[in-house]
């Protein structure tokens, strides 16, 4: 079946075109097109994104980014006349501009052969939501083509699945069409999935496909947003997770080539508590007091950085090792997912790999996404579409045209269900 999907739950407008095929245990997926327009450059000189702005930049990039993905798949062809004028306008009422893009599009191109639209619904940033959920929305109506609302977290535990042409090179407007066939790796349950994000951190828990139990979470910042304070107060660009592990680079090859250890002992939040949960928001502050301690008694120097950031990111990763480790022994795990954009980093990949491998040995699967796929990106949700759309045929349910879709910045596991 062909997928077209659509996130927008923050900083990233992206489109995806997939197709998938052979059900639940041998499941291909064949990436067509999978476009992710980055916005980094507008929101970096605010320290952070800026809803309204989000809104606006993928009320501007949605329909080129549309006929971008359909081009690319070979599937746009010029056309026939609108119908439901009246109601696709009710519907994008509030995103006016989208409003009259969508209708050149629809004007000018052929309905293509989609059998389902997926869009994000949440969790994410509300004004940034409704654009994608809108536009979907109004394509479903348009072309008479369900749609489906899917949990942006769900969407990067199935991010694991995805495998792309390593011959692409990523791009500002990161752009792949290979026509590869990705072959499913298989997930053997019970699953634990540790998801790692700008605004989540959780542990959950998958008995079977679809099953989700969150066995822990954070109390207050997640991990990525920790990264990207730390990086603030450290006078580091944005977002801060790169930089952060950039800088932390620098101190490791200190430590190896010249034997230099950290002066500096940040505390690890929660490392021994008995639940599975988090906490790093003291984390920051202390890397906050730290700074200004050194900068009032006149011993700051901007050296002292990458030793800070090692120091920090050490403090994130033993929080989050030891966490996993305990809670894949408690649930008897067969596979482990790293999943969410902190997944992009390459210490955290490694040691979380590391020591559950070292305990488990071989019989036990580590999957983490590719880089590509560790930011937020609509092929991961057409991925988990799919699996949802499996799912609701299973129970013999039928999934609507253009059904009314409310956007959930705070959307829980749990309600998806
Ligand atoms: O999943 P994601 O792309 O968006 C959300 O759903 O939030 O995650 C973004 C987060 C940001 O906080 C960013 O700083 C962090 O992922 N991140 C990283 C790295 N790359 C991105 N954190 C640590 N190390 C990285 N290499
Ligand atoms: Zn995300």
């Known amino acids: 079946m062909k ?75 010029l056309k026939i006349t609108v119908k439901n004028l009246k109601l696709l306008n009710k519907i994008l ?33 509300e004004p940034a939501l409704w654009v994608g959920i809108n536009f979907a929305r109004v394509l479903s109506k348009a072309w008479e083509i369900p749609l489906i609302g899917i949990n942006h977290l769900e969407g990067h535990v199935f991010s694991v699945l995805l495998s792309q042409n390593r011959e692409e090179k990523s791009k500002r407007i990161q752009n792949s069409k290979s026509k590869i066939q990705n072959k499913i790796l298989k997930i053997q349950f019970p699953a634990l999935a540790l998801i790692v994000s700008g605004g989540h951190t959780e542990l959950i828990l ?28 450290l006078e580091l660009g944005y977002p801060g997770g790169p930089e952060i ?44 007091y730290l700074t200004q301690n050194l900068k009032k008694s006149g011993n700051w120097s901007e050296n002292l950085i990458p030793q800070i950031a090692h120091e920090f990111q050490e403090a994130v990763i033993e ?26 980093n390459k210490e955290l990949r490694y040691r979380l790999c590391d020591s559950l491998c070292k305990k488990y040995g071989k019989n036990f ?37 253009a059904p009314f879709l409310k956007a959930d910045g705070n959307l829980n596991f749990k309600i998806n269900f």
């Not at 989208?98 to 989609?114: A, G, H, R, S, V």
């Not at 939040?269 to 599975?276: A, C, E, G, T």
């Open 365 to 401: 699967n580590f999957l983490m996404p590719e880089i590509e796929f560790s930011g937020d990106n609509a092929a991961m949700i057409a991925v988990a579409a799919y699996s949802n759309y499996l799912n609701l045929k299973v129970k013999g349910k039928s999934l609507k045209i």
């Open 3 to 77: 997928i077209l999907a659509i996130e927008t739950s923050c900083d990233e407008t992206s489109i995806s075109f997939l197709e998938c095929s052979r059900g639940f245990k041998k499941t291909n997926f064949k990436i067509l097109s999978n476009v992710v327009l980055s916005q980094i450059d507008i929101h970096k000189s605010f320290g952070g994104v800026v809803p309204s702005l989000a809104r606006r930049e993928h009320q501007k990039n949605l329909v080129p980014i549309l006929t971008k993905v359909l081009e690319e798949s070979g599937l746009l062809k």
């Open 93 to 125: 009422a509030r995103e006016t501009e989208l409003l009259e893009k969508t209708l050149d599009f629809l004007d000018k191109y052929e309905k293509p052969k989609i059998n389902l639209i997926a869009v994000t619904r949440g969790p994410g940033l």
């Open 245 to 288: 592990s950039r800088e932390a680079e620098k101190w490791k090859i200190q430590i190896i080539d010249k034997h230099r250890k950290s002066g500096f002992l940040l505390p690890r939040p929660m490392l021994n508590s008995k639940d599975f949960n988090f906490s790093f928001s003291g984390l920051k502050t202390a890397v906050l």
């Open 319 to 344: 929080v989050l090792v030891k966490k996993s480790l305990k809670a894949a022994e408690k649930y008897n795990i067969k596979t482990f997912i790293l999943c969410g954009g902190v997944s992009a």
């Open 206 to 233: 998958m008995e079977d496909w679809l099953k989700y139990k969150i066995v822990g979470s954070t109390l207050d910042d997640a991990a990525g947003e920790a990264f990207d304070k730390a990086a603030r107060i």
